[in-house]
């Protein structure tokens, strides 16, 4: 089992930045190739970024390439999602995920809310 906790979502203003955090534990955590997908009020989940296990590759939504980041740090287990220039329409529940065999993702957080005001 993999348990992830995400972290960082807020308020911000259009063109601002915010930083998301997701935790992962578990025995295996290390090994998942990771992702981040967002879900915004009467929209279909949609993926963002994600990283593979040993952070060689990344892959980005068309939406979000040039202004969000995403990268691991192995010695806490965490994975960040670093969101720049910030657009009304990034408003979402964002969503951290954790699979072996992507596009398939076996565990996902509980989400946080990132509101980006005009």
Same mark, same amino acid.
């Given at each position: 089992?993999?348990?992830? /906790?995400?972290? *960082?979502?807020?308020?911000?203003?259009?063109?601002?930045?915010?930083?998301? =955090?997701?935790?992962?534990?578990?025995?295996?955590?290390?090994?998942?190739?990771? *992702?981040?997908?967002?879900?915004?009020?009467?929209?279909?989940?949609?993926? /963002?970024?994600?990283?593979?296990?040993? *952070? =060689? =590759?990344?892959?980005?939504?068309?939406?979000?390439?040039?202004?969000?980041?995403?990268?691991?740090?192995?010695?806490?287990?965490?994975? !960040?999602?670093?969101?720049?220039?910030?657009?009304?329409?990034?408003?979402? /529940?964002? !969503?951290?995920?954790?699979?072996?065999?992507?596009?398939?993702?076996?565990?996902? *957080?509980?989400?946080?809310?990132?509101?980006?005001?005009?």
């Amino acid at each position: 089992q993999v348990q992830l /906790v995400e972290s *960082g979502g807020g308020l911000v203003q259009a063109g601002g930045s915010l930083r998301l =955090s997701c935790a992962a534990s578990g025995r295996t955590s290390r090994t998942y190739d990771m *992702g981040w997908f967002r879900q915004a009020p009467g929209k279909e989940r949609e993926f /963002v970024a994600s990283i593979t296990w040993g *952070g =060689s =590759s990344t892959r980005y939504t068309d939406s979000v390439k040039g202004r969000f980041s995403i990268s691991r740090l192995y010695a806490k287990n965490t994975v !960040y999602l670093q969101m720049n220039s910030l657009k009304v329409e990034d408003t979402a /529940v964002y !969503y951290c995920a954790a699979g072996l065999y992507p596009p398939n993702y076996d565990y996902w *957080g509980q989400g946080t809310q990132v509101t980006v005001s005009s």
